[in-house]
Every structure is written in C-alpha cells, then in structure tokens.
C-alpha cells in the first residue's frame, strides 16, 4: 500500500520570501504521478502543480515548483515569492498510473501561514 | 463552465439519523471519486464510480455507508444510523476519465455534524 507523509504539521513564511514544503512517499510501483493540492478555508481543494514520475525534469508552474528525487521518494514544493493568497493547508498526494487502483493518497496536509 | 457543485453545504444530523450527500460533477466527467476528510486529516479514499460502476468499495469504512451514481451524471453517497465518528467533511471529485493521469477537480464539499 502507498503511503504519502509531510512531516511538518504547520510552516509559516514571511510575505515575497521563499518556502519549502516536504513530502516522502512510500511504493512499490514504478509509474505514478504526485500531486501538490492546495486548501484554503473555502475547503475548495485546488491542484497546485503535478509531477510524473516518469519525468525527471522537475515541474514547475509560476511561483510553485517541485524537487523530485525518485530513489529518495522525495517530492518536495518550493514557493517562491509568497504571497498572503498562498495560506491554506498543502496537500501532497500520491496516484498510481496503472492497474485498477484510481485512488488518490494523501499526506496530512501542512498549514502555511504567510503573514504580512 | 461549472465546477464540481455538493450540497449541502453544511448537514448537521442527530446520531441515527440516515443523510444523503450529493454530488454533481462536471458535465461529460466519466469518474467520480468520493473521500472523506475528518479535522486536522488528509483526505481518505472512499469509493469511485467509472460511468455508474463502482468496481472497488473496499473505501467505504462499514456497511453503514453506501453510494448510488445515476449514468455519468449526479452521485449520492448515503449514511445511515450515523454516528459521531462520522462526522467530517466529504468530499467529491470528478476527472474525464478513470486513471492517475487525469486531474481530479474537486467540490466544495459538505459538512458533516453528528450530535
């Protein structure tokens, strides 16, 4: 069974500076995809940005990107120039991209505060 | 064009008491997913419907809950004889097709209160 932790229950970052989130995963598959949600208090879950396992360039999409190290089963987020939008609970998750297992698997999640 | 829509929003239910949640997805959206996300958790796989099939129910935490799915089109995810522990937020997901490559959009949600 896939197994997704972020070990870091709540972060905070001062405004236009830079904060990274962590992510391990643990599988026995080879193909996936990772994702990083982002959920603000509207309880809207918002796809941040998503990485393929099979990828070894690291996605990036605006502000946010990702350090995906496969062998370590690390799947960091990197924000750059937070912004006081960007607080929410972060979610890393975990999908197959094979077989008959469509679930998604989540972390606990990682509170960011990003304060003025 | 529209989100994912849930309703209610907010349900609060005495301990017993059956509820309904609904989904509507996006329109043309063949999966359906629903997870549940209890405070301060991730969110926990339930069930998935592929059109109105749902292949694996293994998700669903007891034979208190149940799920119905009308073509590819409204879901419903019932609860009945709720108890305390079930109460959370549930939410909804859909994507074009079943299968990790394919992004899952979700609803607002609702949530559940058991007193």
């Known amino acids: 069974a896939q197994t997704v932790t972020q070990s870091q229950p709540e972060m905070s970052v001062q405004e236009a500076e830079t904060v990274t989130l962590s992510c391990t995963y643990d599988t026995s598959e080879n193909n996936y995809y990772l994702f990083w949600y982002k959920q603000p208090p509207s309880r809207q879950m918002i796809l941040v940005i998503r990485q393929e396992a099979y990828k070894q360039q690291n996605a990036t999409e605006n502000r946010f990107s990702v350090n995906f190290q496969k062998a370590a089963k690390s799947f960091s987020l990197k924000i750059s120039d937070s912004q006081l939008g960007d607080t929410a609970m972060y979610f890393c998750?975990?999908?197959?991209?094979?077989?008959?297992?469509?679930?998604?698997?989540f972390g606990k999640g990682t509170l960011l505060t990003v304060n003025p | 064009g529209a989100g994912v829509s849930q309703s209610p929003s907010n349900k609060v239910t005495e301990k017993g008491k059956d509820v309904e949640l609904r989904c509507d997805p996006i329109s043309g959206h063949t999966a359906l997913y629903w997870y549940r996300q209890r405070l301060g958790q991730g969110l926990e796989f339930l069930i998935y419907?592929?059109?109105?099939?749902?292949?694996?129910k293994s998700g669903l935490p007891s034979d208190r809950f149940s799920a119905e799915r009308t073509g590819e089109s409204v879901s419903t995810l019932t609860i009945q004889r709720t108890q305390q522990e079930d109460s959370a937020v549930y939410l909804c997901?859909?994507?074009?097709?079943?299968?990790?490559?394919?992004?899952?959009?979700f609803g607002p949600g609702t949530r559940l209160t058991v007193t």
């Open positions: 997901a859909s994507s074009p097709w079943l299968g990790g490559g394919w992004e899952q959009y």
């Open positions: 998750a975990f999908i197959s991209s094979g077989g008959s297992n469509y679930k998604l698997t």
């Open positions: 419907f592929q059109g109105n099939s749902a292949p694996d």
